[in-house]
């Protein structure tokens, strides 16, 4: 499956628009607070990659449930809540393409 945040793939065209799919992912384990400030954001930026990567997940699983073989468009938004939970939620158009 192909992912990609322009609206276009080079050397494919669009056949169909199959709907909206989105992916979302909250860390359920609170990040431990240090008062080393350099643990605290490699804790963040581990936290991250690794929601980061379930949201993408689901993002491709509902897109294969519309039958899609790329999703384009794609919009990833990122917060930090002050309880320090990261949520992550990615948005994208499903679309069927073929090879130019």
């Given at each position: ?33 240090t ?23 689901e ?25 320090n ?16």
């Open positions: 499956m192909i992912l990609t945040t322009t609206n276009s793939i080079e050397g494919f065209s669009i056949a169909e628009y199959l709907g909206i799919v989105s992916g979302i992912s909250v860390n359920m384990q609170k990040m431990k607070m008062f080393n400030i350099q643990k605290y954001y490699a804790g963040i930026s581990e936290s991250i990659s690794e929601v980061k990567e379930k949201a993408f997940q993002l491709k699983d509902n897109a294969n449930k519309l039958n899609a073989n790329a999703v384009v468009g794609i919009n990833v938004d990122i917060e930090l809540t002050t309880s939970y990261v949520t992550v939620t990615i948005t994208g158009t499903a679309v069927s393409i073929i090879k130019k």
